[in-house]
């Protein structure tokens, strides 16, 4: 098996997989994308709470009528090799969603094994070297190379998984979660660069040190005496870098002052906060999963807790068609006949008892409405 090249986006899982439709690709990085990844490197607060999505999204249990059945399956995906990246069926979902939240789009592909039955491995690729459009022959999507805008040869197109979030009109191919960022991250790591530089002006102390003559006398040996305090001086602060202590005594009127310590630092407190919460908005993410203690009352931040819920469910959905898709696939190769279906974790302890509170007052509504139709019957 020969190794593939630097560019290569699918590799061959394991001896005896056939090879990947994908093959070789240059890097046609966009200006947009790369954006994003630095905005990913550049700002914490962007990455953790992408990596929070990934981590609260996931969490299923492969499910069917046969428990036998379900054992196997379980165990097979558990190990199911995810290339170089580990293995399971989770942390190709772990890979597949970051690209989707990142980029609005994430591609994947089915490998099979010539020697054995069932699934040989699976891939996430990279999007931004692929793009996905409308094929003229059968109205569905085609895969093509994003630099040479060549159409991508698919002897296997049912093996190929993509998924696109958030699509519009315009965007067909789906829009980042970190679209609209750029320009407030810009402005926030502007106040963060000019931070760092105020402190390398005022944290490194600069001293300023007048010598004023008092008569005419010291003013005729003025320089003279300006050179031996700058010599004194010289060497008083090149005696204390050595840790020994040494004292500066002068003659006449000699004034010293830090440079800069009268001038006014600027508050950023509030810019940072205001940008820091548009931020949090967009990314739909409560505040105290990411370590902020702004003040918000218990109401509050139940409700942000239901906009994430929300919010993780849509991407549940979204994942659930190549989840399925990669099982059905490998249920269809092996002659299993079962219905398989995926069964969520609830993202905490807080969803199982508002899910109990709902199941009561739907149980106790039903019971009103009975009652009320078994008196009008008697009636």
């Known amino acids: 098996m020969k190794p593939f090249g630097k560019k290569a986006v699918f590799k061959e899982i394991t001896a005896g997989a056939q090879r990947s439709a994908f093959r070789f690709a240059p890097d046609p990085v966009s200006f947009e994308e790369s954006l994003y990844e630095e905005l990913r490197k550049k700002v914490p ?48 979902m772990e890979i597949y969603l970051d690209s989707l939240l990142t980029y609005g789009r994430a591609f994947g592909e089915i490998l099979l094994s010539e020697n054995t039955l069932g699934i040989a491995g699976l891939y996430c690729a990279d999007c931004t070297l692929f793009g996905a459009r409308e094929a003229k022959e059968s109205g569905r999507y085609e895969i093509y190379n994003r630099l040479t805008r060549d159409r991508i040869s698919c002897p296997h197109p049912e093996r190929i998984l993509y998924t696109v979030s958030n699509p519009t009109v315009k965007n067909p191919n789906g829009t980042s979660l970190l679209r609209g960022l750029p320009a407030l991250s810009g402005v926030l790591m502007r106040i963060y660069e000019t931070i760092g530089q105020n402190f390398d002006r005022a944290g490194n102390v600069r001293y300023a040190v007048t010598y004023k003559p008092s008569n005419e006398s010291d003013a005729a040996f003025a320089k003279e005496r300006a050179e031996e305090i700058a010599r004194e001086w010289s060497n008083g602060m090149a005696a204390s870098k050595a840790g020994s202590i040494k004292d500066f005594v002068a003659v006449g009127d000699v004034e010293i002052k830090v440079i800069g310590a009268d001038g006014p630092t600027l508050d ?65 190769l092996c002659g299993i006949e079962q219905n398989v279906w995926l069964e969520w974790d609830n993202v905490n302890l807080q969803d199982e008892e508002s899910l109990a509170r709902a199941r009561l007052y739907n149980a106790q509504a039903a019971k009103t409405e009975t009652e009320i139709a078994k008196g009008g019957e008697n009636d």
């Not at 962007?46 to 046969?66: E, N, S, Y």
């Not at 949090?280 to 918000?296: A, D, Q």
């Not at 993780?312 to 269809?332: A, G, S």
Request: with cysteine.
């Open 45 to 92: 607060i962007i990455d953790a709470a992408i990596c929070k999505l990934v981590r609260l999204t996931g969490g299923f249990k492969i499910c069917c009528d046969d428990e036998e059945v379900q054992k196997r399956l379980r165990d097979f995906f558990n190990t199911l090799p995810v290339s170089v990246s580990g293995s399971s069926l989770e942390t190709f």
């Open 268 to 332: 950023t407190e509030i810019p940072v906060r205001e940008l820091l919460e548009q931020l949090v908005s967009k990314l739909s993410i409560p505040p105290f999963l990411l370590g902020f203690s702004w003040s918000t009352t218990e109401r509050m931040s139940s409700q942000q807790a239901d906009i994430l819920t929300s919010e993780i469910d849509y991407y549940r959905r979204l994942l659930e068609q190549p989840l399925l898709k990669i099982i059905n696939m490998h249920c269809d």
